[in-house]
């Protein structure tokens, strides 16, 4: 069975920052591309940021335009974990954060192109100003 359990949502003041993890069993981060989606209240859920270790993409990272620069996403495949730095959030962060494991993740060069195999539970995310 596979499972995917983020963590290190929370609230945080705007400019501050987070750090969610997210840990996965039953399958390998080698294995997959990786990313990170939010769904802020009334809105769609979006994907912010991914990982791809395909087709020679050898960890090539892609972000939405509205996170650039102030989030980082990373990996360590040995722990099975995803990781997604946020830097200097805005109360616009604010959201259901959820990871997910892909068959592919690329950008088109206005948003992320993903294929989700499966999705974590989510963490929330709430920045006040």
């Known amino acids: 069975e596979v499972q995917l359990v983020e963590s290190g949502g929370g609230l945080v003041q705007a400019g501050g920052s987070l750090r969610l993890s997210c840990a996965a069993s039953g399958l390998g981060f080698d294995e997959h591309d990786s990313g990170w989606f939010r769904q802020a209240p009334g809105k769609e859920r979006e994907g912010i940021s991914c990982?791809?270790?395909?087709?020679?993409?050898?960890?090539?990272?892609y972000s939405a335009d509205s996170v650039k620069g102030r989030f980082t996403i990373s990996s360590d495949n040995a722990k099975k974990t995803v990781y997604l730095q946020m830097n200097s959030l805005k109360p616009e962060d604010t959201g259901v954060y959820y990871c997910?494991?892909?068959?592919?993740?690329?950008?088109?060069?206005?948003?992320?192109?993903?294929?989700?195999?499966?999705w974590g539970q989510g963490t929330q995310v709430t920045v006040s100003s």
């Open positions: 997910a494991a892909l068959f592919y993740c690329s950008h088109d060069g206005s948003q992320l192109i993903t294929d989700v195999d499966y």
């Open positions: 990982i791809s270790y395909g087709d020679g993409r050898n960890g090539r990272r």
